[in-house]
């Protein structure tokens, strides 16, 4: 799975993926960018909120649940850390909200929401870790 991110201008980039075009990535003007777009965290946040919900709306059809409203929530915290006050995602909290058609069993609710979040890569990358191996190519340099 790849995508492709491009520098715009300022802090702006375009972002593609498969068939999706100039998905647009910025800061917040309070940030210094120009906000034309979501920022790398709240992509981020996005993610593991899609992740999260895809799993447990799988984890309940599976299991003959009808959903009738899946809303999730997620809410990155973020600080200045000492002793260079770099900005770093500290913590997500995330808050489901949900409610099924027809009668599906207590049981089975518990099994999902015991179960699904084992099942997001996203979330299991950031828990359990994942390398991050970066590469650097100049084309009008040669080093």
């Known amino acids: ?3 492709k991110v491009q520098f715009s201008e300022n802090l702006h980039f375009k972002a593609s993926t498969r068939h999706f075009k100039n998905i647009n990535i910025d ?19 996005m993610g593991i909120g899609g992740c999260i919900g895809a799993t447990f709306a799988y984890c309940l059809q599976r299991k003959n649940g009808s959903i009738k409203k899946l809303e999730i929530i997620v809410d990155g915290k973020m600080r200045h850390i ?14 489901i909200d949900f409610s099924l058609k027809g009668s599906i069993s207590k049981d089975i609710i518990e ?15 950031i828990a359990n870790g994942i390398p991050v191996n970066i590469k650097f190519s100049d ?3 040669i080093y």
């Open 27 to 45: 800061e917040p003007e309070s940030f210094h960018g120009t906000d034309l777009g979501p920022s790398p965290i709240e992509y981020f946040l």
């Open 111 to 125: 099994n999902c929401k015991l179960k699904f979040q084992k099942y997001c890569p996203i979330t299991d990358s």
């Open 139 to 141: 084309s009008n340099f």
């Open 1 to 3: 799975m790849k995508v």
């Open 82 to 95: 000492p002793p260079d006050l770099h900005l770093k995602l500290i913590q997500i909290d995330i808050k």
